[in-house]
């Protein structure tokens, strides 16, 4: 059985900084594409950052660019997000998730971590 566990999450005030990591098993993942998203309060799940399954290159939405950076370590089957520079506005609940290669939609999520930034 397939489980995606994300940790990290808490309560941390404006310019805090914050690692997310989510733990794998039931599968090895290390050639599948990881993604993190964030579903804010009274808004739709957007993506924050994603690893390319081809090309291992990393895409991150322009709010979190340069203050995010999402990694990956396949031997531990564990990816992270690390958020630096933490707003108010990156308040929300993060999600980690995988799609197989060159699939478009991500099957398998976790279960979220609420991240509470205070200004």
């Known amino acids: 059985q397939v489980q995606l566990v994300e940790s990290g999450g808490g309560l941390v005030q404006a310019g805090d900084s914050l690692r997310l990591s989510c733990a794998a098993s039931?599968?090895?993942?290390?050639?599948?594409?990881p993604g993190w998203f964030r579903r804010a309060p009274g808004k739709e799940r957007d993506i924050v950052a994603a690893i390319a399954w081809n090309t291992g290159s990393t895409f991150y939405a322009d709010s979190v660019k340069g203050r995010f950076t999402m990694s990956r370590d396949n031997a531990k089957n564990t990816i992270y997000l690390q958020m630096n520079s933490l707003k108010p506005e990156d308040t929300a609940v993060y999600y980690c998730?995988?799609?197989?290669?060159?699939?478009?939609?991500?099957?398998?999520w976790g279960q979220g971590t609420q991240v509470t930034v205070s200004s």
């Open positions: 998730a995988f799609r197989e290669p060159g699939r478009r939609d991500y099957e398998y």
């Open positions: 039931g599968r090895t993942f290390s050639t599948y594409a």
